[in-house]
């Protein structure tokens, strides 16, 4: 028996997602529904699906509310190819507007809304881009893999970075070998990281910093996803990678531009270490139906 799925599409810096409201955790997408629904021909299309799910009324949820108990709503996503995701540093942004412009919250200027996700709870506030997110504490994670995209001559070694899903990240010479990757193929990396991993490829800016702002050009393969517009822990991943390839002195704010936009991305410290901060612009673009077999 086929379903309605009332959705709407969302985006932030051209990273588009397929929004669902499902509080009380009654309508799981197979892999298969996921796939078929984030079909830019034959779907809706979108890098994603995020479903808007209390906490409490899924079994993912409970890890959420144990380190937070405000954390009443779960970003619960997916990638296009129906797998699951830990993070969305976009996706999370779109969640708060969705949430928002639902009425299933209330989030004035200078509060707080906890969400939970795979991993891990982050906390959303709206600035003047938009939405800003604190992505936790991140780590030096993965090594250092040897890198192979189509269209490189030769293989590059990567810097691995977690901010709460895994991130490998790639300096390039010049805007010319970024412009020429050819990241609609899967980027090969060895060791091969088990559970895929997302690969961002970086130029910095000539001077790389402007009035205390560190300056990155970014374009990225999100596994399970593709070469995507922007994503959006990528490019807090691609300002750690720099900052720390810069050496002493690098600044701890950062602008990323994707081919979808410009991201800011700021380092700040925490009780429990290092946390990095995601801000940009957060749109619903339309609503549907779509029928699902």
């Not at 799925?5 to 409201?21: M, P």
């Not at 992505?135 to 040897?146: A, F, N, Q």
Request: net charge negative.
């Amino acid at each position: 028996m086929g379903i309605d799925l009332n959705f709407t599409k969302g985006q932030g810096t051209g990273n588009d997602f397929v929004l669902f409201a499902d509080p009380d955790g009654e309508l799981t997408l197979t892999p298969a529904q996921i796939r078929a629904v984030c079909d830019r021909k034959f779907g809706v299309g979108g890098d994603g699906i995020i479903r808007a799910v209390r906490s409490a009324n899924l079994p993912d949820g409970a890890a959420a509310l144990a380190e937070d108990d405000a954390a009443e709503w779960f970003m619960d996503y997916w990638n296009a190819d129906g797998t699951p995701s830990e993070m969305c540093g976009n996706g999370i942004r779109v969640y708060a507007r969705f949430l928002i412009d639902h009425g299933l919250v209330d989030l004035a200027d200078g509060d707080t809304l906890a969400v939970g996700t795979r991993g891990g709870v982050r906390d959303v506030q709206r600035n003047l881009t938009g939405f800003q997110v604190d992505l936790g504490r991140w780590r030096l994670d993965g090594g250092e893999p040897l890198v192979r995209a189509r269209n490189l001559p030769v293989a590059r070694p990567g810097l691995g970075i977690n901010v709460g899903n895994p991130h490998v990240v790639v300096a390039l010479a010049d805007e010319d070998e970024l412009d020429t990757a050819d990241l609609g193929y899967i980027p090969q990396l060895e060791p091969e990281p088990a559970g895929g991993v997302n690969v961002e490829f970086v130029v910095p800016h000539d001077p790389l910093v402007v009035d205390g702002v560190g300056r990155i050009r970014m374009r990225v393969h999100e596994r399970g996803s593709g070469e995507t517009l922007s994503c959006g822990t990528g490019a807090a991943a691609a300002a750690l990678a720099t900052r720390h390839w810069a050496g002493a002195g690098a600044p701890n704010q950062w602008r990323v531009e994707v081919p979808g936009g410009t991201l800011g991305v700021r380092m700040f410290p925490a009780e429990d270490g290092e946390h990095v901060g995601l801000s940009g612009p957060a749109e619903l673009v339309f609503d549907g139906v779509l029928g699902l077999g």
